[in-house]
């Protein structure tokens, strides 16, 4: 969660107006008292699309990484 919060402060991550549920699972996570992320506010459409962000961007390295191995 806290790769995605980056990224979408750093404007590197986009949303269509088609995925609105998961837009809306993004705002409604909460952090603890003691500044931790609480667990209990992630529903299922913002750990998908963090996952979804997160595994993108090993997909990506990966093929950089590759093409440099040429």
Same mark, same amino acid.
């Given at each position: &969660? =806290?790769?995605?919060?980056? %990224?979408?402060?750093?404007?590197? &991550? =986009?949303? @269509? *107006?088609? @995925?609105?549920?998961? #837009?809306?699972?993004? %705002?409604? #996570?909460?952090?603890a008292p003691?500044?931790?992320?609480?667990?209990? *506010?992630?529903?299922?459409?913002?750990? #998908?699309?963090?996952? &979804? &962000?997160?595994?993108? @961007? =090993?997909?990506?390295?990966?093929?950089? %990484?590759? %093409?440099?191995?040429?």
């Amino acid at each position: &969660m =806290h790769l995605l919060k980056e %990224k979408l402060d750093k404007g590197q &991550m =986009h949303f @269509s *107006t088609a @995925s609105l549920r998961s #837009v809306k699972g993004i %705002k409604n #996570v909460r952090y603890a008292p003691n500044q931790r992320i609480n667990l209990h *506010t992630i529903d299922e459409m913002a750990r #998908v699309t963090a996952n &979804m &962000m997160t595994q993108m @961007s =090993h997909q990506q390295e990966f093929e950089l %990484k590759e %093409k440099g191995d040429e």
